[in-house]
């Protein structure tokens, strides 16, 4: 029996990547859902081609004429967030691969753990604004959340076998971007092109700046605590510059598990859809003796403030994590667009932050609204 | 319910750690044999004034006499290598930790494995000679071998919750000893002192010289090989300078797991004890931002003979791996006594597995022979 796989947010770069692993795997693995934001139609079509999936979804309804046109009757059409939501749940898949990035993310991600359906969980808003319903659903529907980031991926894979009750703390590692051997006054000046060339993983561009001022990290921070039910105290952060360990776990003997590989994200994406199996890959493989140093250091929240507030987000939780994420990205847009430098970013996010009257039990619309009035705050202070 | 355990080989290395582990949790564990070859009988005594265990049992039967003179009434003596191989069957213990060092571990090995009982194991001798016999009799009596050195330790904790048949390779991860940033021309006036400084942990004087020369990591690679059930092609060796990274296993999928901590064998002797749980520890914590790098070079067997023949017994197999074994540690005490130089261990253990006349399916009694003519082998050629 082929596993059958709805792939959320299909056109961008996790996205590409797991239907790479079911292209190497066409024994094992079927898309049966290949959904995307629309922004890259051309290319969702040609998947479509490929991949002959039972449905094909697009955010924007607009485009679901195009598609309805340009593909075989064999295919199904769905479109706009109801018909994401719809095919998440609906589609028979055994499990879904959960990467629309953004807050768009969620409605369906929620859709298909309400539907009782395994996830593998890419998109990370999905646990950082609204981790309390995810976890709460998955538990009340026996639902496995299999995490694709390398990192959430690493400590996942550390904790095969092992007692749950023994964790010690999770120790996640940053690259720490592209400016972790700048101090904080050589950062004013950095131009968003500087910004951008990550020292070891080919990503999105606001993943990068993300990187760079570890806010990245600080989500994924967060993630843990959901994903592992860790409690933030239990959470280190580890400047590790080869990005070769990919995260770790110490246990109570003082035991330290670690996941290690080439940064090559179908290892994660393949280990989601095959755990608790593993297939070949056709992933690189890690020569230590050729790499030759790995080199870590602490991660410094007077060198790194987004840490700092992202703890703080966590700890505080309610909807002040979803107002943590929607301000950065909003920000880390704004000094793309080059309309704020970057040590403004966390300048702004720590504003709003502080403007934010805390929601303590949010629910969806809850989340989703502290999201929504974060991002127009940051764009008031920035055009006030 | 405590766990019982036997503890053979209770005043070496390996021994007094394991009861420092017992020590630290009297509400889980109890001694109830101790064993030892009668070389530190007053140490022997102490020990069993303190754990009041149900035997005592050494390996000089001459001793017998003052062990019962001074021990109180409630503890049983046992003497000689029968009276060993009893007490490792019949204490009534859920876990035996077969810790004697050399040829001398390995009847009592077998012993507490045909009387179907759970060995922790760090004698090597049990398995480079007889890993054939040892791992049969296992599997007919369905009995565990959990393994107590760091290295085997580590890739049993990697094994964790994973496929078998998904191992891709094991890591074995090596040192180098005291002489590693030294070229084969460095080694010719090299001394005994200089030999037994090993840069990361406290061990015996055979095990450090062995270090040096790898031949211990070549004992490691056909312990790994019978323990995992893994063919040589797929075991390296990689030197690793700060031995932090204990060992790893690289699956099929590319992902590596790895086993990491502070060089104290605390550590893997409770993991031993406590698999598949773990339990809190006195052992001092991994601090990786304090260590701050790890370096990685290949053993190269043009530089490390040793390591060399040792893959040539173990592929070989029948009696040759313990003829290695015998003839390396014969060697090893003539360069401790001074008689030969450090070069002339690898030389002598050649031309002694050269002269072998393997015998490919050895009995016990096969391989005690063996050890015997390669012990007397070398010190015919040194003589000679």
């Keep these: 029996m082929k596993k059958r796989i709805s792939v959320l947010g299909s056109t961008g770069s996790i996205g590409t990547q797991t239907l790479d692993v079911i292209r190497h795997h066409p024994d094992r693995f079927e898309a049966v859902v290949l959904a995307a934001s629309g922004s890259r139609i051309d290319l969702l079509i040609e998947q479509a081609l490929e991949f002959r999936p039972k449905w094909v979804a697009v955010a924007r309804e607009e485009l679901a004429g195009a598609l309805e046109r340009q593909l075989p009757d064999g295919i199904r059409v769905a479109a706009g967030e109801a018909g994401l939501a719809q095919v998440a749940a609906e589609a028979g898949a055994d499990i879904v691969v959960s990467a629309i990035v953004g807050t768009a993310g969620l409605v369906p991600t929620l859709a298909a753990v309400g539907a009782g359906i395994p996830v593998a969980l890419a998109n990370k808003e999905s646990l950082v604004a609204a981790g309390h319903l995810v976890m709460a659903e998955a538990a009340a529907k026996g639902v496995p959340i299999v995490p694709v980031d390398s990192e959430h991926s690493a400590i996942f894979q550390c904790l095969n076998g092992e007692p749950r009750g023994a964790i010690d703390k999770l120790i996640l590692t940053a690259s720490g971007g592209a400016f972790r051997n700048r101090s904080r006054e050589e950062l004013t000046d950095v131009t968003p092109d500087e910004a951008l060339r990550h020292p070891n993983w080919a990503m999105g561009a606001k993943v990068t700046i ?46 330290v598990m670690a996941q290690l590989g080439t940064p090559d994200m179908r290892i994660p994406i393949q280990y989601a859809l095959t755990w608790p199996d593993r297939l070949d890959s056709p992933a690189r493989r890690l020569d230590l003796a050729e790499i030759g140093r790995l080199h870590f250091r602490r991660a410094d929240f007077a060198r790194f403030p987004m840490l700092r507030l992202a703890y703080e987000a966590g700890r505080t939780g309610g909807t002040l994590p979803a107002v943590f994420n929607a301000a950065n990205e909003t920000a880390v847009q704004l000094f793309l667009q080059r309309k704020i430098r970057f040590l403004q970013i966390e300048e702004i996010v720590e504003r709003v932050m502080e403007a934010h009257r805390i929601e303590p039990h949010p629910d969806l619309d809850g989340v989703l609204g502290a999201d929504r009035h974060a991002r127009e705050a940051v764009l008031s202070l920035v055009s006030g």
């Design 210 to 255: 993300d990187s760079a001022t570890l806010a990245n990290k600080g989500l994924e921070v967060m993630e843990a605590h959901w994903l592992f039910g860790v409690p933030f105290d239990a959470i280190d952060v580890l400047l590790h510059d080869e990005s070769v360990i990919h995260s770790m776990v110490q246990f109570a003997d003082g035991s």
